[in-house]
C-alpha cells in the first residue's frame, strides 16, 4: 500500500531532547532526504511534523526541510503550515480553556519552581506547558503537585505526562491524534496512506492513526513494545534506518 505521508515526532528522533548540539551529519542527511521527498524526487514519502515544540521552533525546521504540509504543534494544540504563515489552534482549544492553562502556568513559575532551580519553564508556547530538567526523577513529585493544583481550581481536565526530559502538561483531548485527524481530513486522506515514527508515550497518538508505525532505539519502553519496527540505532541515525523499510516508501 502506498504511503503518502509520514508523521514524524522531532524530540528524540530527528534530533536530541536534551540541550545539545545536533547529530548535524546525521540532521543533514535527513535533510537532504525530506526535500527531495517534498519535490516528488525521493522514493521516500514526505514529512508531517508532530511534535510538542512551539511554532516558531517548527517554523524553521520546516524552511530547514521544505516541509510542504500542515505541522502538528505543541502537542496537538497548535496547527501551522508554512505557505500562508498561518497558525491556529488544533481541535477542542478554546478561550476559556486557555485562560485555566494560563493559571496552572502561574502556579508553576511562583510556587514550584522557586524550590526546584534544576527545572526550567519552556517558553513560546500558547496552549500547552512544558517544563524541562536534566533531573527527570524530580517529575513524579511535581505532576502531581500540578495536577492537585489544577483539581483545586477547578479547572479543565488536564493530561500530564513526561518525555526524557520534559513535563508535557497539556488540556485532556487535544493531543497529536485529534490534530492529526484534523490535518488527514484536510489532506482527504485516510489514516491507511500515512505511517509514523515517535519516541515517547506522546508519540503513540501517532502509533494509532497510521498504518505502521516505527521508532528509535532510544524510544521509551512502552513505545517499544508498541513498535511495528525498531530501529538498531537512536534518534536521526535510527529514523535514517527506517527511511529505508518499505513502508515508508511512495508504494
Request: with cysteine; net charge negative.
Amino acid at each position: 500500500m502506498a504511503t503518502h505521508w509520514i508523521i514524524t515526532d522531532i524530540d528524540g528522533c530527528l534530533t536530541p531532547e536534551e540541550s545539545v548540539p545536533w547529530d548535524l551529519d546525521g540532521f543533514w542527511e535527513f535533510a537532504h532526504i525530506s526535500r527531495a521527498a517534498s519535490a516528488g524526487a525521493h522514493p521516500v514519502a514526505p514529512f508531517i511534523l508532530c511534535t510538542g515544540r512551539p511554532q516558531p521552533y517548527v517554523e524553521c525546521l520546516m524552511k530547514l526541510l521544505d516541509i510542504r504540509s500542515p505541522a502538528i504543534c505543541e502537542n496537538g494544540a497548535v496547527i501551522y503550515t508554512l505557505h500562508d504563515n498561518h497558525a491556529r489552534y488544533g481541535p477542542g482549544v478554546t478561550e476559556e480553556k486557555i485562560l485555566a492553562l494560563r493559571e496552572v502556568r502561574a502556579f508553576i513559575e511562583t510556587d514550584l519552581l522557586p524550590q526546584r532551580p534544576e527545572c526550567i519553564m519552556q517558553f513560546g508556547k500558547e496552549a500547552q506547558l512544558s517544563v524541562y530538567s536534566e533531573q527527570p526523577q524530580v517529575f513524579p513529585a511535581l505532576m502531581e503537585d500540578i495536577a492537585v493544583f489544577n483539581q483545586r481550581q477547578g479547572g479543565p481536565e488536564l493530561l500530564i505526562n513526561a518525555t526524557h526530559f520534559y513535563i508535557n502538561i497539556s488540556l485532556a483531548g487535544i493531543d497529536k491524534g485529534n490534530a492529526i485527524r484534523a490535518v488527514a481530513a484536510e489532506l482527504g486522506l485516510p489514516s491507511s496512506a500515512f505511517t509514523g515514527i515517535g519516541d515517547t508515550v506522546g508519540d503513540l497518538a501517532i502509533q494509532k492513526n497510521v498504518r505502521f508505525f516505527a521508532c528509535p532505539a532510544n524510544a521509551q519502553e512502552a513505545v517499544l513494545h508498541r513498535a511495528d519496527y525498531v530501529a538498531p540505532h537512536p534518534q536521526v541515525r535510527g529514523v535514517l534506518d527506517i527511511l529505508q523499510h518499505p513502508e515508508f516508501q511512495r508504494s
